[in-house]
Nanobody, 115 residues
Framework: QVQLVESGGGLVQPGGSLRLSCQAS????????MGWYRQAPGKQRELVAV???????NYADSVKGRFTISRDNAKNTVVLQMNNLKPEDTAVYYC?????????WGKGTLVTVSS
């Protein structure tokens, strides 16, 4: 069982920045494929960014050049740095861990981009 706890959401103006953090449990964090997903009102959950054990990142086209995912295996954390935020980035952001073909999810953190 892997437990994930997100933090860092909030209200930000367009063009602003936020940093989301996810704390994971488990001794084998370095082997987890970690990712961030988001779900906007009335829409399906979508992949935002993923960082596998080897560190090669992948991003949704809508966030490329604005968001950066990173991980610290010594601290069991994964971070999503979000810059130049847009109103369409408004969503609940979920941390995901894929472990041995099983998906674990955090409870989510709300990001609202509005003036």
């Amino acid at each position: 069982q892997v437990q994930l706890v997100e933090s860092g959401g909030g209200l930000v103006q367009p063009g602003g920045s936020l940093r989301l953090s996810c704390q994971a449990s488990g001794r084998l964090f370095s082997t987890y494929v970690m990712g961030w997903y988001r779900q906007a009102p009335g829409k399906q959950r979508e992949l935002v960014a993923v960082i596998p054990r080897g560190g090669a990142t992948n991003y949704a086209d809508s966030v490329k050049g604005r968001f950066t995912i990173s991980r610290d295996n010594a601290k069991n954390t994964v971070v999503l740095q979000m810059n130049n935020l847009k109103p369409e980035d408004t969503a609940v952001y979920y941390c995901n861990a894929r472990v041995a073909n099983m998906d674990y999810w955090g409870k989510g953190t709300l990001v609202t981009v509005s003036s």
